[in-house]
């Protein structure tokens, strides 16, 4: 069985792949918080500064609430890809979402007016995050999923504080399309769904697949068609007296990875449909497995009623609960001054700060 939500496996994967020799960063979790040195939990469940405190920071495990920067508001628009001059690696971002859209790893490649997402051989593959989060919202793409065991397509919505809305593709099985969604990252194997696209490639045919987040209900839909609907009433936990529904500022994510990886846990991999043939016709021909997406469209819905509004650039948690009436709305900046920068100071590094 998986132990983690898919992301949070693939992103142990990306941590181990970037990961510096000189520097061993301290582990994080909810049992056990960063350091004040470095006080930004990541969502590879690392403590550190600058990126850290960026997109997928888990306010819930890093030092205090405010250590992660404050998230870039929702933005509704429409990508093509044309160029990926909106697009920075993870070394580069600094949180000003105006400036890059997105941020990412691996090895993403512009072909015929598409994204593809390519995962060369014996590569951990490539993730397109973008950098304004959705608050509630309906995000959209065309999408031709990767083919072949073991290697997984997904298109999702992934907050820091890991509640997750999911659409994954398994390369084993071309003619369905899974449906899953977390809580907190809290497991629960009856979430899972699968769903049959028509047609018969999901890799060699276009289908259009949509999010659709309401503060009550959730919606995926294939084609214009709803294939699968989660209310927020449906998923009361009475132990906890809360509603374990997915309600915190998130992150949509393209991504391709190899959950077949011969290293992975054996449930990953056999949820992955086999271990991944790094000899694939698609490795030998291209060079790499790949996922094709056209268009993606964002449109932010309001805040639930009840929020607290005070300015329109960025979301922060003001209670550690985790729930949509954590999240406010205020005027705070987003962007760090450096690398050595946190929420606790945002303006570290820059050149006033220095002479100072
Ligand atoms: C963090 O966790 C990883 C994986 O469990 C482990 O290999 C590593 O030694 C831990 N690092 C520290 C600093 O505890
Ligand atoms: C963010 O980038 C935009 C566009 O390049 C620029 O106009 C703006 O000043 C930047 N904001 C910050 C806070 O650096
Ligand atoms: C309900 O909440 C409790 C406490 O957080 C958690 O341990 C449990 O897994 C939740 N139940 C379900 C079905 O998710
Ligand atoms: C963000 O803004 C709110 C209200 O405008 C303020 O109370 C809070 O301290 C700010 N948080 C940070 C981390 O700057
Ligand atoms: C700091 O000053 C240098 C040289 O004047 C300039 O190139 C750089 O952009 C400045 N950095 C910031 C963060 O303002």
């Known amino acids: 069985m998986l132990r983690l939500t898919s992301a949070l496996i693939f992103a142990s994967l990306a941590a181990s792949a970037v990961a510096a020799d000189d520097f061993t960063p301290p582990n994080c979790s909810l049992d056990e918080h960063c350091p004040e040195e470095y006080p930004c939990c990541s969502v590879y469940g690392q403590c550190g500064t600058g990126a850290y405190c960026l997109g997928g920071c888990d306010?819930?495990?890093?030092?205090?609430?405010?250590?992660?920067?404050p998230m870039p508001i929702c933005q509704s628009k429409t990508y093509k890809?044309?160029?990926?001059?909106?697009?920075?690696?993870?070394?580069?971002?600094?949180?000003?979402?105006?400036?890059?859209d997105w941020v990412y790893s691996g090895y993403p490649k512009l072909e015929d007016g598409n994204l593809l997402l390519t995962m060369p051989k014996n590569s951990v593959g490539s993730l397109f995050a973008n950098n304004h989060y959705v608050w509630y919202g309906k995000i959209g793409a065309n999408i031709k999923s990767s083919r072949g065991q073991?290697?997984?397509?997904?298109?999702?919505?992934?907050?820091?504080?890991?509640?997750?809305?999911?659409?994954?593709?398994?390369?084993?099985d071309l003619t369905e399309v899974q449906t899953n969604w977390y809580f907190q990252g809290i497991l629960d194997w009856?979430?899972?769904?699968?769903?049959?696209?028509?047609?018969?490639?999901?890799?060699?045919?276009?289908?259009?697949?949509?999010?659709?987040?309401?503060?009550?209900?959730?919606?995926?839909n294939v084609d214009?068609?709803?294939?699968?609907?989660?209310?927020?009433?449906?998923?009361?936990?009475?132990?906890?007296?809360?509603?374990?529904?997915?309600?915190?500022?998130?992150?949509?994510?393209?991504?391709?990875?190899?959950?077949?990886?011969?290293?992975?846990?054996?449930?990953?991999?056999?949820?992955?449909?086999?271990e991944i043939d790094w000899d694939h016709e698609d490795i030998k021909t291209k060079g790499y497995y790949y996922a094709t997406y056209g268009e993606v469209t964002?449109?932010?819905?309001?805040?639930?009623?009840?929020?607290?509004?005070?300015?329109?650039?960025?979301?922060?948690?003001?209670?550690?609960?985790?729930?949509?009436?954590?999240?406010?709305?205020?005027?705070?900046?987003?962007?760090?001054?450096?690398?050595?920068?946190?929420?606790?100071?945002?303006?570290?590094?820059?050149n006033s700060t220095m002479l100072s």
């Open 59 to 69: 306010p819930l495990m890093s030092y205090s609430l405010d250590s992660c920067a």
């Open 81 to 100: 890809w044309e160029n990926l001059d909106n697009a920075a690696t993870n070394n580069e971002y600094l949180g000003n979402a105006s400036e890059s």
């Open 150 to 172: 073991g290697v997984v397509t997904a298109f999702i919505l992934l907050s820091d504080t890991k509640d997750e809305i999911d659409y994954e593709w398994v390369g084993a």
């Open 190 to 220: 009856t979430n899972g769904d699968s769903s049959k696209v028509d047609g018969d490639d999901t890799f060699g045919e276009w289908h259009h697949y949509e999010i659709d987040w309401s503060p009550d209900e959730l919606k995926w």
């Open 224 to 274: 214009g068609k709803t294939v699968r609907t989660l209310t927020k009433e449906s998923t009361f936990n009475e132990t906890a007296n809360r509603y374990d529904y997915p309600q915190t500022p998130s992150r949509m994510q393209l991504s391709l990875w190899p959950a077949g990886q011969a290293s992975n846990a054996q449930g990953t991999i056999e949820w992955a449909g086999g």
């Open 298 to 350: 964002v449109e932010c819905y309001d805040p639930p009623s009840g929020t607290s509004v005070k300015g329109d650039v960025s979301y922060d948690f003001k209670d550690n609960k985790g729930l949509d009436s954590s999240v406010e709305i205020t005027n705070n900046k987003t962007v760090l001054a450096s690398l050595g920068a946190t929420g606790l100071d945002m303006d570290l590094g820059s």
